[in-house]
């Protein structure tokens, strides 16, 4: 399983457009990116998946590079209600399988 | 997307009784389930995983006879600590793919033992 590595925490304020990277320098050939985010007593929520180039949904966009040993999560105009844990995972491509949980992203963000 | 419920959402309960947690798929089936501990301030560690019909795989360092798992059918996993204990006070959660590279994740259980 190909390991993560993302920032400990990050601060933004409300309204401004925050970016999460990622690196995961041994992903395999199949293997897709995937964004969860973990509010405080809750499970995780999926957020967004990628192999490659961009993805946009209407949460998030993930953009990965041609090489695919990183990625970057951007939230649009983040509220006080975007404040979580953001995991970044690579998962298989025969299946989500057991997924290895890294220690996340803690975004705040303030008024 | 695909809904996963977990009950109780809490649970306090005495040193060395058991207690169950349940997991469901609400509107797919899952052949496999997985459980994860989570203690404050980190992130989810894996239990073990939770196959329909056969005995669960549990990750090193899980006492499989403490951590009961039962996947008796294709929308339900069950979870139960035996003889708990104080240090097994923690916020479990429960997962299930619906067949793509997604997994849907139960709300979590918070576990604590008095």
């Known amino acids: 399983l190909a390991k993560t590595t993302q920032p400990i925490s990050m601060d933004s304020y409300e309204g401004q457009e925050v970016n999460i990277t990622c690196s995961h320098n041994n992903i395999a050939t199949n293997d897709y990116i995937t964004w969860y985010q973990q509010f405080p007593s809750q499970g995780p929520r999926f957020i967004i998946q990628?192999?490659?180039t961009k993805v946009t949904n209407e949460v998030a966009s993930l953009f990965i590079p041609a090489d695919r040993k990183s990625s970057t999560l951007s939230l649009p105009r983040v509220s006080l209600s975007d404040t979580a844990v953001y995991y970044c995972?690579?998962?298989?491509?025969?299946?989500?399988?057991?997924?290895?949980f890294g220690k996340g992203t803690m975004l705040l963000v303030s008024p | 997307g695909a809904v996963v419920s977990q009950h109780p959402s809490w649970v306090i309960c005495k040193s060395g009784t058991s207690v169950k947690i349940e997991c469901r798929s609400l509107d797919f089936q899952a052949t496999t389930m997985f459980w994860y501990r989570q203690f404050p301030k980190q992130s989810l560690m894996l239990m073990a995983t939770?196959?329909?019909?056969?005995?669960?795989?549990?990750e090193q360092g899980v006492e499989k006879d403490k951590f009961l798992i039962n996947h008796a059918s294709l929308t339900l996993s069950t979870l139960t600590v035996t003889s708990a204990h104080p240090e097994d006070s923690s916020f479990y959660i429960c997962s299930a793919g619906a067949g793509g590279t997604e997994a849907f994740f139960g709300q979590g259980t918070r576990l604590t033992v008095v």
């Open positions: 939770s196959n329909e019909g056969s005995k669960a795989t549990y």
């Open positions: 990628g192999y490659k």
């Open positions: 995972l690579v998962v298989g491509e025969s299946g989500y399988s057991t997924l290895t």
